[in-house]
């Protein structure tokens, strides 16, 4: 997926932002996430992949855990 520099500068910040609010509130963010973050930015996913991704991340996390 192909995005103007416009829509790629926008992103950015609005990861920037996110990061700021989560680290505000004690809330980590993954170094999965911010990976993913970063490709949404630069338009090589989309945001739903990313939730999909995400979601998929989580789901799979919280299964080892029950699982120990």
Not at 7 to 15: C, N
Not at 18 to 32: C, F, K, Q, R, W
Not at 37 to 62: P, V
Request: hydrophobic share 40%.
């Amino acid at each position: 997926m192909k995005i103007d520099c416009a829509i790629k500068s926008r992103r950015i910040q609005a990861v920037k932002l996110a990061n700021a609010l989560n680290t505000i509130e004690g809330v980590p963010v993954s170094d999965y996430a911010k990976e993913l973050s970063q490709q949404w930015a630069n338009g090589e996913i989309s945001g739903e992949e990313m939730k999909s991704l995400l979601l998929k991340h989580h789901r799979k996390i919280a299964f080892e855990e029950d699982s120990v």
